[in-house]
């Protein structure tokens, strides 16, 4: 099935620990991006990716990394998690960045707990 | 600064019609996107909307002026499994996406 798969759908954390979120899509889009969604608050852009092999900065990176190595993967790496990391984050991609080619297409999300 | 704004809730009876509104502020424009979200689900694509006027899609509509950064979303002939959030974005001049909170809708038999 065509689409964004994102591993792993919950985890529990404790504070200091490092983790890597994944994110593969098999749909051969250009642009990749992870956003956090809490409560109260719209999605929040942390990094992205208009091609594979460059990434850059969203609206909340600090505390967060990500690499494109090639089309279809973009992890998202949280050095030295902390509490406030805790979200649900969801992947999503697109075929280009132009305007019409911006509809996003978003994997099931991951639930991050950090304690 | 960039805004976009939205009721948090909104509550309608089935078989009726409700009407999600959400006002933007952005630093330039370049669509004006609705989403909805079930509960504990990705966000799904509903309408892309760059001209004024009215876009409609079966029982979904939305709406665009871009004078007054203005939008809305027209839900028709509600039924139960319309009940989820329904997210206003607008693209701003780097193409970039900012995003409401989002508008519970529930609905009532």
């Known amino acids: 099935i065509a689409g964004i798969t994102q591993a792993p759908t919950s985890q529990i954390l404790a504070a200091g620990r490092r983790m890597t979120l994944r994110c593969t899509q098999d749909?051969?889009?250009?642009?990749m991006y992870w956003y956090r969604q809490d409560l109260g608050l719209g999605l929040r852009l942390i990094h992205y990716s208009n091609t594979a092999g460059t990434t850059g900065k969203g609206e909340v990176p600090d505390g967060y990394s990500v690499s494109r190595a090639n089309t279809d993967d973009f992890p998202l790496t949280l050095a030295s998690a902390v509490p406030s990391q805790t979200s649900v984050y969801f992947c999503?991609?697109?075929?280009?960045?132009?305007?019409?080619?911006?509809?996003?297409?978003f994997g099931a999300g991951s639930r991050l707990t950090v304690l | 600064g960039q805004n976009i704004d939205q009721p948090t809730e909104m509550t309608a009876t089935e078989g009726a019609i409700v009407q999600i509104n959400c006002t933007y502020q952005?630093?330039?424009?370049?669509?004006l996107f609705w989403y909805q979200q079930h509960a504990g689900e990705a966000p799904t694509f509903l309408s892309y909307?760059?001209l004024d006027g009215l876009e409609e899609k079966g029982r979904f509509s939305s709406f665009l002026s871009r004078s007054k950064g203005y939008s809305y979303l027209l839900l028709k002939e509600l039924q139960m499994k319309d009940s989820a959030s329904y997210l206003c974005a607008s693209m701003d001049s780097n193409y970039q996406l900012i995003w409401g909170a989002g508008t519970k809708l529930i609905i009532k038999p």
């Open positions: 749909m051969r889009h250009n642009a």
């Open positions: 999503a991609s697109s075929p280009g960045t132009g305007s019409g080619a911006n509809v996003l297409t």
């Open positions: 952005t630093s330039g424009f370049n669509g």
């Open positions: 909307n760059v």
